[in-house]
């Protein structure tokens, strides 16, 4: 066999390998805390995925975490306010609680609360993400998708819906303290249990659903959110991203949102244990796009054959 001939079969190992790797992206979720006060993010993963590595911790404001994901990964993301939790991990929360437990290992936020849901594409299909208030409200979000070919649409909901609550909507919390007032506004599906604000049983498709009062009110509060179970032609957005960066208050603290991005300072990526503040896990590093260094490393392979 030539030597060229030779040098052709060993580089089709490594072209193989390479459009493999091409075809797959890693992707971390950023989540941080610009509230005035203490939140507990909670994370829940879809039918058929894995549950993230963390699945509920505390921020303290100004701190943020960084989570890996996995291609194909869906699910959603919450903050609970309000919670106390003893040495073991059980509490409980005022808002968006998930079964009385700091890690929720598989329990989603007990309504009301605001949430984030995505799916991610696999290879080079892209992701699905919204900002849903469907649930009820608790605090305010924006999700700010980092492109892989570009810029990508923020959504969310920065309101303070809470503020404006109907009165038959509100959550009022305990007295005294930060969880003192207003702390989260129910749908009015959880409020009334009727098909015509659930979206069911006669009510279960977009043409007999239609936006009620209620929803109305929160769809002018945050225009880019769910505010019903059909409001996808407005609500639902797509992208390949290498990182999703969510903000709880993003209002507060002076962060600015313009452009359909989100300017922050990001400090300390570290989680504590509920009441001593031992660190227990640190944040991992930022997702990359993986073929670059590859194809990088094909170009210097496919130098020293030449050479």
């Known amino acids: 066999m030539s030597i060229k001939m030779s040098r052709m079969v060993l580089g089709l190992p490594l ?11 890693s992707c971390t979720i950023t989540i941080t805390n610009n509230c005035p006060h203490t ?10 995925t ?28 919450w903050a609970r306010t309000g919670c106390t939790f003893d040495e073991s991990g059980l509490g409980s929360c005022q808002t968006g609680d998930c079964g009385g437990r700091l890690e929720c290992d598989g329990i989603g936020a ?20 919204d900002v849903s208030i469907v649930d009820g409200y608790n605090l305010p979000l924006v999700a700010s998708p980092r492109g892989v070919h570009g810029a990508c649409n923020a959504t969310g909901c920065a309101s303070d819906i809470n503020m404006g609550c ?6 009022v919390g305990r007295d005294g303290g930060e969880g003192a007032g207003v702390v989260a506004c129910k749908s009015a599906c959880e409020a009334f ?8 049983g006669e009510f279960a498709n977009p043409t007999t ?32 991203a290498y990182d999703y960066a969510i903000v709880f208050c993003p209002n507060a603290n002076e962060i600015r949102i313009s452009d ?27 997702c990359i796009l993986l073929p670059l260094l590859l194809w990088i490393l094909l170009y210097i392979l496919n130098l020293s054959l030449k050479t």
């Open 15 to 25: 072209i193989f390998i390479s459009f493999l790797v091409s075809r797959s992206y």
């Open 110 to 129: 007990t309504p009301p609360a605001s949430l984030f849901e995505i799916t991610l594409g696999k290879g080079n299909d892209k992701d699905f993400y």
């Open 209 to 240: 659903c239609r936006p009620s009062f209620y929803s109305t009110i929160f769809k002018r509060a945050c225009p880019r959110a769910y505010s019903y179970a059909f409001d996808d032609g407005t609500s639902t957005f797509t992208c390949k």
């Open 260 to 286: 359909g991005t989100i300017g922050t300072t990001f400090t300390a990526a570290v989680i504590y244990k509920p009441n001593n503040g031992e660190t227990v896990k640190m944040a991992s590093s930022s």
């Open 193 to 200: 249990g009727l098909d015509q604000y659930c979206c069911s």
């Open 50 to 77: 894995p549950q993230l590595s963390a699945t509920g911790f505390r921020l303290d404001p100004g701190q943020g975490v960084r989570i890996p994901t996995v291609p194909g990964w869906s699910g959603r993301i």
């Open 166 to 171: 109907p009165r038959e909507l509100q959550v």
């Open 39 to 48: 939140i507990w993010p909670g994370t829940l993963a879809g039918s058929g």
